[in-house]
């Protein structure tokens, strides 16, 4: 009817089962002190079932086992004692007998030199809490009342000083709120200030009150350091010596990745614009350094594919972004033979109007991409101030790309801002054209989108195991999978939706309306 070591509930008390006989069986309450085993028939305990007075229940003690006692630790060390003590006393069912019991017991606490309170204590625990090894860990975790706050009267709390003179000072309610309104003025806010700091300035409000007591009986540095991590929650203070932008940018916990906001290709293309570090030449006079180019990128977020790319030396703005824009949404083909490369369309198969585009609070703001918004129904979407990392495919990539070229491009920027004397200018290394570095960036784009392999990517349960984790791979898969969201327009109809638009006044003059006549005849 029942198993050993099942937990029941009889009368609203909490019982296990020690031993099961063919007519009865032996039990012990759970949570009482001072108990002993004791025997009930079978037919009680079905008298019982049927008027609904006992019913099985979780075990309360079912942690333990989970619990694992390494080895050289205390721990390990108390059980194998505390099982020594009783082995000689539980290696068979005659230890629920109390004649039984009571001598073996005798005869350990002779040959241990320990005392009976101690063998009661560890049986009872061996059997209330399921006749394990583990059963006998000490409860370490009772201990200590970590965290809860201790009420001193006289005396001061902690170990007693060595070295310092003294005894110390004893933290009632009131220096306690000394304490609070020194951590809460100098410690909870965005200046940084540190914890010594802290107590200094706690040290000038308590002198204001006690200007008598001497130096070694005022709070020392280490209460107020106890009081602090005792009372405040690290996250809460974290959040409150930090400014909001740090925070959300650089300390808040993650709870997503960026996959989870895209299901397929072509769900969202981020773009953004950076300088890259290198200083280039003009095209048709070498000789002539003319700056550092501005890199525009456009990447779908689900297939890690680069959707489009500008280079040019114009500042960000939104006639680049506009360009950049036009080279994500069409093809491609003609746009890489232009510099020497010849691709097919599987190649870069990249042509389509996104559902959003992602951007910062910049070129994109404006009202001159509403007209994109409105003809094609392209979502736009800007990131809040400050929040780079809310792009951060795009972000990332832009050190991807620059790592490609700096270890060998000539005209590098270089950690030196300042020439030292006598030093050479970086700047006069400058080489490359704006067509060759455009050559190169490109050529870095199609190994990136053809065989970049993306360790860190978020695998769907759905993708296949065998799949390459590579952008076009991403890219083929989710078209095929995930049907895309890419919708084919005309490259003339896109330029236009994203030529800038302003207001104009026309004024006739009015000789113009007799020419017209005159040229109508």
């Known amino acids: 009817m029942f198993q050993i070591n099942e937990v029941v509930e009889f009368d609203g008390e909490l019982l296990r089962i020690l031993a099961a006989y063919p007519e009865e069986v032996v039990w012990i309450p759970v949570l009482k002190d001072g108990v002993f085993p004791a025997i009930v028939a079978n037919n009680e305990l079905s008298a019982a079932i049927e008027n609904g007075l006992?019913?099985?229940?979780?075990?309360?003690?079912?942690?333990?086992?989970?619990?694992?006692?390494?080895?050289?630790?205390?721990?390990?060390?108390?059980?194998?004692?505390?099982?020594?003590?009783?082995?000689?006393?539980?290696?068979?069912?005659?230890?629920?007998?109390?004649?039984?019991?009571?001598?073996?017991?005798?005869?350990?606490?002779?040959?241990?030199?320990?005392t009976k309170q101690t063998v009661y204590r560890l049986l009872r625990r061996y059997w209330q809490r399921g006749q394990t090894v583990n059963a006998l860990l000490p409860d370490y975790k009772n201990s200590g009342g970590k965290g809860k706050p201790r009420n001193a009267k006289d005396k001061k709390l902690g170990r007693p000083?060595?070295?310092?003179?003294?005894?110390?000072?004893?933290?009632?309610?009131?220096?306690?709120?000394?304490?609070?309104?020194?951590?809460?003025?100098?410690?909870?806010?965005?200046?940084?200030?540190?914890?010594?700091y802290v107590h200094r300035?706690?040290?000038a409000i308590y002198e204001a009150y006690y200007p008598q007591i001497p130096e070694e009986e005022k709070p020392s540095f280490w209460q107020l350091e106890h009081f602090y991590k005792r009372e405040y929650h690290q996250v809460a203070t974290i959040k409150k010596r930090s400014s909001k932008i740090e925070y959300q940018k650089d300390i808040r916990p993650l709870f997503g990745t960026v996959n989870a906001s895209v299901l397929e290709p072509g769900s969202r293309f981020e773009i953004d614009a950076t300088i890259a570090d290198i200083y280039l030449v003009s095209n048709s006079e070498r000789q002539n350094i003319v700056g550092r180019p501005v890199v525009y990128m456009v990447i779908d977020v689900f297939s890690r594919m680069v959707a489009g790319v500008y280079v040019g030396m114009e500042n960000p703005s939104y006639a680049t972004a506009m360009l950049a824009l036009i080279n994500a949404l069409t093809d491609k083909v003609n746009f890489c033979k232009a510099y020497g490369l010849e691709?097919?369309?599987?190649?870069?198969?990249?042509?389509?109007?996104?559902?959003?585009?992602?951007?910062?609070?910049?070129?994109?703001?404006?009202?001159?991409?509403?007209?994109?918004?409105?003809?094609?129904?392209?979502?736009?979407?800007?990131?809040?101030?400050?929040?780079?990392?809310?792009?951060?495919?795009?972000?990332?990539?832009?050190?991807?790309?620059?790592?490609?070229?700096?270890?060998?491009?000539?005209?590098?920027?270089?950690?030196?801002?300042?020439?030292?004397r006598g030093g050479k200018d970086y700047?006069?290394?400058?080489?490359?054209?704006?067509?060759?570095?455009?050559?190169?960036?490109?050529?870095?784009?199609?190994?990136?989108?053809?065989?970049?392999?993306l360790e860190d990517y978020d695998r769907e349960i759905d993708m296949p195991t065998d799949l390459p984790m590579t952008p076009l791979s991403l890219w083929n898969w989710g078209l095929q999978n995930r049907t895309g969201k890419l919708r084919s327009a005309s490259e003339d109809a896109v330029t236009v939706a994203l030529l800038p638009r302003i207001k104009a006044t026309l004024f006739m003059s009015k000789f113009i309306a007799p020419l017209n006549r005159l040229k109508c005849v």
């Open 54 to 114: 006992l019913a099985r229940k979780p075990d309360p003690f079912e942690y333990l086992a989970y619990e694992v006692a390494k080895e050289g630790t205390i721990n390990k060390k108390k059980i194998e004692q505390n099982y020594q003590l009783i082995k000689p006393i539980i290696y068979d069912d005659q230890c629920f007998l109390p004649k039984v019991r009571s001598a073996r017991i005798a005869k350990v606490i002779e040959e241990y030199s320990t």
């Open 161 to 196: 000083r060595i070295n310092k003179p003294g005894i110390g000072a004893v933290i009632d309610a009131n220096i306690a709120r000394l304490f609070r309104i020194a951590i809460e003025k100098h410690m909870l806010t965005e200046k940084g200030n540190s914890l010594q």
């Open 201 to 203: 300035q706690f040290t």
């Open 343 to 420: 691709i097919s369309f599987e190649d870069w198969p990249v042509a389509g109007l996104p559902d959003a585009i992602l951007a910062d609070r910049g070129e994109l703001i404006g009202h001159q991409i509403e007209s994109l918004e409105r003809t094609f129904s392209v979502r736009i979407e800007n990131i809040p101030p400050y929040r780079g990392d809310a792009k951060g495919v795009v972000e990332r990539y832009f050190r991807t790309v620059q790592a490609v070229f700096k270890p060998h491009a000539p005209g590098v920027v270089t950690e030196t801002i300042i020439k030292k």
């Open 427 to 453: 700047r006069l290394d400058a080489k490359l054209t704006i067509d060759a570095f455009t050559g190169i960036i490109l050529n870095a784009v199609l190994f990136h989108n053809c065989h970049h392999t």
